[in-house]
């Protein structure tokens, strides 16, 4: 499935498209050096390897977003959280496509691909001092404050999370 939104094209990465493979990769290792030390993360260069999963069906979805040179600027996965909720994780829009709706739009596609894969809840977490943009657009979303729902003991010391749901 490809879906037009504000001149990006929004499709599914499928195992089998070692391009689009190769681009969300390469997104995924953006978003990893953009994310700094925030949050410590351990288990990013193993997913970023593993690749689509654990993103891919039937219990998820990798998002990438193209402009319309082709180019690959943005990206959002779907995953099992529970056999009935989700998690939207690693949302990332590259700086030269921000400010123009496409991680609203990347957002919106990744729901519309939850509730199509019989999710009736959505989780996520934001760094809200680093991510305000994110923050509003999560909550313009429908998505509101929910206690902690994962360990991330691993996030260094002084940073504040924000756990977000949202029903589908």
Known sequence: MIRVVNRSFISVVERTDPVALDDARQLFEEYGEWLGDLVGTTTLPAETASLPAPYESPSGVLLLARNESGAAVGIVGIREHTGTACEIKRLFVREEARGHGLGRSLARAGLDHARALGYSECYLTSLPE??????????????????????????????????????L
């Open 130 to 167: 680093s991510m305000p943009g994110a923050l509003r657009m999560y909550r313009a979303l429908g998505f509101t404050d929910t206690d902690p729902f994962r360990d991330f003991s691993q996030v260094r010391e002084g940073v504040r999370l924000v756990f977000m749901r949202r029903s």
